[in-house]
């Protein structure tokens, strides 16, 4: 076993990839069988999941590492320009073309090209490409003359290309000509042990690059965060740690931070999958839960509609207009009191079939209301219980006119 991590660990700091599952262990191995050798390799994995760092450490590792790597984007190339810019074209050949062009293919030259979602390509082009990795030439649009060029084709697609073969929209010996090797990228919910690693280097990158005090995560926030389903993948959870990192500099992010930017990314038919309900609850301590992130959430939405915020991020803190609105509202427990609350008995818990035909702060003002009755209107319980902020349970109860009966 310390053989196996010592292994593991090398690999990750040789490809610059991270992470200690299964999965990743064996990609890993595979980039170092295939990486010094000439073959063209297939990288599968959604959207998001990395497959751009696996291609580059394959380049970096090559034998064509002192050559150009060349990152094309198929996906984001039109139809009409695909082949002009894959392998460019001659004065004239087209309206427009006004001098002889380099394509992606002759810059990348004795190094590595890498065609992201191939899958995009149209079958005209598909032609082509096969032509070159069997004969390593192309035509140039508008020439008579072929190219000839030494490159290695990495291509990668978060499609399944063996159904779009069925379908018709790929070509079956371009396929079998790219998949002889094949590296699957696991998606970040399969891959749930690497989250806290992942999470602790974004976060520190992050902080260094903007010179910004990162105290850590609170081991309930690597929960949390481990539960999530990040259907984003890695690039998800980086530009989600980075929001939180620069917009809650300073301090240790807890549970309660996680839950809040959780809810922010979330629509109402993600969250339940989204957020974890602890197992080991009772049945009306995770209905209560669930109800009370559903009122959040609704309420978070409500606060993003009435602002544009300016990095595009659905946080509570980026602009003044929200701070009032949103903030007070939405404060919950630090990791170290919420258990308090759990040692209280829970409130009366709202009957979800009564749910359907109330407005969100009708939902909230009868949860405040049994909850008071619960604890005998006691309001630091029911804060507690609540996970709401003492001063914001007084303001609640004045605004909603809750009167304690005789």
């Keep these: 076993m310390y053989f196996e991590n010592?292994?593991?660990?090398?690999?990750q700091n040789k490809f610059g990839i991270l992470g200690k599952s299964a999965g990743v262990q064996a990609m890993l191995e595979t980039i170092e069988q295939v990486a010094p050798?000439?073959?063209?390799v297939l990288i599968a994995g959604e959207s998001g999941s990395g497959k751009e760092l696996v291609a580059a450490a394959l380049h970096k590792h090559s034998k064509r590492s002192h050559k150009p790597f060349?990152?094309?984007?198929?996906?984001?190339i039109p139809a009409g320009i695909i082949e002009s810019e894959l392998f460019g074209h001659k004065k004239g050949s087209f309206?427009?073309?006004?001098i002889d062009r380099k394509g992606y293919f002759q810059s990348a030259d004795g190094g590595?090209?890498?065609l992201d979602e191939i899958g995009e390509t149209p079958l005209g082009t598909q032609v082509k490409l096969l032509r070159v990795l069997e004969q390593g030439e192309f035509l140039p649009v508008g020439s008579s003359k072929s190219m000839r060029v030494d490159v290695r084709i990495v291509a990668a697609s978060n499609r399944n290309l063996e159904k779009e073969v069925d379908a018709g929209t790929f070509r079956k010996d371009l396929y079998y000509r790219l998949k002889a090797?094949?590296?699957t990228v696991p998606s970040l919910r399969n891959r749930r042990e690497d989250i806290a690693i992942l999470a602790n280097k974004f976060a520190s990158d992050c902080a260094i690059r903007n010179q910004i005090l990162f105290k850590g995560f609170s081991e309930g926030a690597y929960k949390v965060m481990s539960q999530n389903r990040w259907p984003g993948n890695i690039r998800e959870l980086k530009n989600f740690i980075e929001s939180m990192v620069i917009l809650e500099k300073g301090g240790v992010i807890k549970t309660d931070v996680i839950y809040r930017y959780l809810n922010a990314e979330s629509t109402p038919t993600e969250l339940n999958p989204l957020l974890p309900v602890k197992l080991d609850k009772n049945v009306d301590q995770a209905e209560r839960e669930l109800i009370l992130q559903q009122l959040f959430m609704l309420r978070r939405e409500i606060a993003e509609m009435k602002e544009i915020m300016a990095r595009g991020l659905a946080t509570p803190r980026g602009s003044e207009a929200s701070a009032d609105e949103y903030n007070p509202d939405l404060e919950v427990l630090p990791d170290d009191h919420v258990h308090e609350a759990h040692a209280e008995e829970s409130p009366a818990i709202l009957n979800p079939q009564m749910l359907g035909n109330l407005t969100a702060a009708q939902v909230e003002k009868e949860l405040i209301l049994r909850s008071l009755e619960r604890f005998?209107?006691?309001?630091r319980k029911t804060a507690l219980a609540l996970q709401m902020a003492e001063r914001t349970l007084y303001r609640k109860i004045k605004d909603y006119g809750i009167a304690k009966e005789n």
Aim: proline share 0%.
């Design 95 to 98: 309206t427009g073309a006004q």
């Design 37 to 40: 050798t000439d073959i063209s």
């Design 6 to 11: 010592n292994r593991n660990d090398a690999l």
């Design 181 to 183: 090797i094949t590296i």
């Design 376 to 379: 005998n209107y006691n309001k």
């Design 70 to 76: 060349i990152i094309v984007n198929c996906g984001a």
């Design 112 to 114: 590595t090209i890498f």
